[in-house]
């Protein structure tokens, strides 16, 4: 993946949108991570709509990132799948139970595969696909 795709995801917060029954749902997710080989994953925390779609839809999954002062952006399109167990579970888990203080925690993570990646940046490159 494109190392100024990455910056993007690592430093800002994700919107992911889903689709089933001919109802979009969109979430903000600030428990998410890139990995070396250009998956993208996500902690479980509050996702049982993303998740109710995702069985719906395939796993068919879109994901939205930008900077908010550079307006430079990015639209990953994919499939998601869901994951109970393992390193990246344990990871987020841990995570997310510092910062709830115990109160909260992972239930599981989404890896999304990416599929395309497009540019969403307002200029001549807006709709590129990268």
């Known amino acids: 993946m494109h190392a100024n795709v990455v910056k993007i995801l690592k430093e800002n917060m ?13 979430v903000t997710v600030a428990f998410k991570d890139v990995t070396e080989d250009g998956k993208l ?13 995702l069985k719906e839809n395939d ?17 990953i399109k994919g499939v998601a799948e869901y994951i109970t167990e393992g390193p990246i579970v344990d ?10 203080n115990g109160a909260a925690t992972a239930k599981g993570a ?14 001549a490159d807006n709709k590129k696909e990268l």
């Open 14 to 26: 994700w919107d992911l949108a889903t689709c089933a029954s001919n109802e979009p749902n969109v």
């Open 59 to 75: 796993g068919k999954i879109a994901v939205t990132a930008y900077d908010a002062k550079t307006l430079e952006g990015y639209q």
């Open 91 to 100: 990871d987020f888990k841990k995570m997310v139970e510092a910062m709830f």
């Open 41 to 53: 994953i996500v902690g479980d925390v509050f996702l049982e709509t993303t998740l109710n779609n």
């Open 110 to 123: 989404l890896v999304i595969t990416p599929s395309k990646v497009i540019v969403t940046t307002p200029g």
